[in-house]
């Protein structure tokens, strides 16, 4: 199994449009009304936006592949495009999916050692994020990985309302 990440590029975005709505749809799918889910898809991942947000020099994504075939992607942001006013000091991992058929394959290991490097590369002297309260298997890996909850924040699917644990690991 040959695996890889790559920096994604404005080029790029169909191909990301196409790996965050299939992870984010095999995520939630179950828990959330259809209409719900497709009115955060049109939102969040339309090719206007995620254009916009590639081309923000103060956020990163990148592809993880296996044997060529884009498995999850990681999407980081620092400073002013935190979706949270967390500090200079602070990098946030806004985003961090793996394919279904890919998980438990240490995907999100790499992806996470990834956001851990850039974070550390940028002397950042923590690392945040925001996962639903109901996401339980990100939690158990987020715990895994350090991470302790430190508040939480409304996360809106539509217009229906949720709750996300805000998470920080603190790296020296």
């Known amino acids: 199994m040959t695996t890889m990440i790559k920096k994604c590029t404005q080029e790029e975005l169909p191909k990301l449009q196409n790996i965050s709505i299939t992870t984010f749809t095999e995520t939630f799918q179950e828990q959330n009304s259809p209409e719900h889910l497709q009115a955060y898809l049109e939102k969040a991942y339309n090719l206007k936006q995620l254009g916009q947000e590639v081309a923000n020099p103060s956020s990163q994504f990148f592809f993880v592949s296996v044997n060529e075939e884009v498995a999850g992607y990681l999407k980081v942001n620092t400073d ?39 974070a550390m590369e940028q002397q950042k002297k923590n690392i945040w994020l925001g996962v639903w309260e109901d996401n339980e298997n990100a939690l158990a890996f987020y715990q895994k990985k350090g991470f302790v909850q430190t508040g939480s924040h409304s996360f809106f699917m539509g217009d229906d309302e949720q709750i996300d644990l805000i998470m920080v690991r603190t790296l020296y």
Do not use: C, N, P, W
């Open 80 to 118: 002013d495009a935190q979706t949270e006013a967390m500090g200079s000091d602070f990098l946030e991992v806004e985003r961090i999916y793996i394919k279904k058929a890919f998980q438990k394959h240490g995907l999100g290991k790499l992806l996470m050692d990834k956001a851990v490097e850039i």
